[in-house]
């Protein structure tokens, strides 16, 4: 196992979408720092590993499906991503979504803070 000093940080991010699509959701949140948080549209922010734990376990209306990063942009400590999810939901109805997603990493590889916007008719 690649640890995550050694791993790009577009690497992290892909191995982090590839977590959460194989349904190793405690995984994904082993990527994060302690401290880390988690900003996502219609929640307040998650502050920590536990919270952000706590929204992909009991929160996350999504019971399974697969990302498709169309776009992955690097710099320095920063990753952008733009992408597809397909998949469905809890109660059965499908789910398909655009999204962008932004990360932040400390020195030592982990995920400090995650963006989530996703692609949806407001106006």
């Not at 892909?14 to 720092?33: C, E």
């Amino acid at each position: 196992m690649t640890s995550l000093v050694t791993r790009s940080h577009a690497d992290t991010v892909r191995h982090y979408f590839d977590l959460i699509d194989d349904g190793d959701l405690l995984g994904s949140v082993a990527l994060f720092a302690p401290g880390a948080v988690y900003h996502r549209p219609g929640h307040a922010p998650f502050h920590g590993t536990d919270a952000i734990a706590h929204f992909y376990v009991d929160l996350r209306p999504i019971r399974s499906g697969r990302h498709t990063l169309t776009a992955v942009l690097t710099e320095g400590a920063r990753v952008g991503v733009h992408g597809e999810f397909h998949g469905e939901a809890h109660d059965g109805s499908p789910v398909d979504l655009r999204f962008a997603d932004f990360f932040e990493f400390a020195a030592d590889g982990a995920i400090t803070r995650r963006d989530t916007y996703f692609f949806a008719p407001l106006v």
